[in-house]
């Protein structure tokens, strides 16, 4: 039997859930939700635990919540996990959701560790608290007073903040990693990379069974690292499209070769994608000395285009790769006529660590339709344009509303960078938008699975590329 008990405290009013098996919740109640207090006297043994255990932390006993008995059976493997590894960062010490996700052994997994400690159950006894953005920035709090709660809680603690920033010295604590059993269940980061055109994107729309992924012929399509998530019943694969190395000329490909890096350093496994109809190049030997240095994981070969070339063609293209590769395993597939994607599926599925689902099985991906939605334009554009000019386009999104018979409208400027590009862009009497508009909007709708109503404007913006206040607006500016 469930119990249910209101306490005081410095904050407010707290509620408690316990069972014989252990305390399965804490929570503060919002101020304007009153609620009769629990005397400690009227309380059952372990309600006279809980009750002590809390009034001492508040009187800053520093390990008094340490011994309670937690329940989080009802959570998932991953949620139990981060949970785990945070009930061992002890009071005075503080641990980044990066470094987090570094304990539970799943580097890339920040974002998915950091929506696991939002939804803590159990305040103050899992320390979410203690959980701060890089440089000891607050981030954020879900509980009942957000961000002002978790400062109290960690001056409490003995730190100092100034600025919804943590200025004591660096407290981020070791933990031990667990080793859970997931029931032969596997997951993990899988990186796509390659030379731009190598067929990255069309590989992760034709695995996830829907676009998310702008494509175009022309090289250099993919600027941002982009997640796809593939739930099957054996494994949670989690891709990350990377964009493919290119020569640093200037701001935005700085942000570029950074963004296809950070993948590679931290993924499970590295899917090297080659073009199945063409030699390789100085960029692949370029990217394959930074696999080789960079990282211990294992990479798979996959050759790309196979519906394209000719058997000849394949066959030295191949060779030509293993050579640079030697001893990795090699996939054939085609993301045009879908052959070898099982293949590849089930050969990931085996390669891969087992782990927990650290997403919902229906998720997709974590980026929003809207940023999707200008990526699939940019693709669009670049698709129908000559020359140089691809390389000079940005889009941003301006409205992105669902009307009330589910309809999208969506709104966005194409920004280039001189005059005389957009005449090109607008073409004869209005010609060339037109098209870009009627392809993205049809890559829209396939995304969204809704009917898509896309109206589109150009504008100049100069030397965007080297804009850093442009590129941050646009998010293409590197994070600390
Ligand atoms: N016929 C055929 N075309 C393919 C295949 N895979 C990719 N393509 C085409 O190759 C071109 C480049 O594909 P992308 O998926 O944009 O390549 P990418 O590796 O993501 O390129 P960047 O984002 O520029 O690094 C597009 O025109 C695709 O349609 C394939 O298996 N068969
Ligand atoms: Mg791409």
Redesign the pocket.
Known sequence: MEKTIFLPSPLGTLEARYSPAGISSLGLLPKNDPQPLDEVGSLDSQGQEIALALAAYFKRDDKALDQLTIDISQVSAFQQSVYTALRKVSWGDVITYGDLAKEIGKPLAARAVGMAVAQNPLLLIIPCHRVLGAGGKMHGFSAEGGIATKEWLLRLEGHQIEAAKLISPEAAKRVEPEKPDYGGFHSGYVALV?R????????LNRLLGQPIAG????????RKRQLGILTTEKAQIIFL?T??FHDPIDKLSEFINAEASYALADADLIAF?ADSTAAPDAVDRRLIGVLQKKTANRILLVM?????SDERTRAIAETNYQDLLPGVRTLR????TNSGIDELISTLEEMLPEGPKFYPEDQVTEDFERDIAAEMIRASAMEKLDDEMPYSLAVRVLEFTERSNGDLYILASIYVEREAQKGILIGKSGQMIKEIGVSARKSIEAMADRKVFLSLDVKVQKDWKNNPFFLKEMGLAKQK
Not at 196 to 203: V, W
Not at 215 to 222: D, F, H, I
Not at 333 to 336: D, L, P, R, V
């Open positions: 390659g731009p055109n190598a067929g990255k994107s069309t590989l494509v175009s012929a022309k090289p250099q399509t993919t499209d964009p493919g994608l790309t285009k196979q519906d394209l597939i085609s993301a045009e």
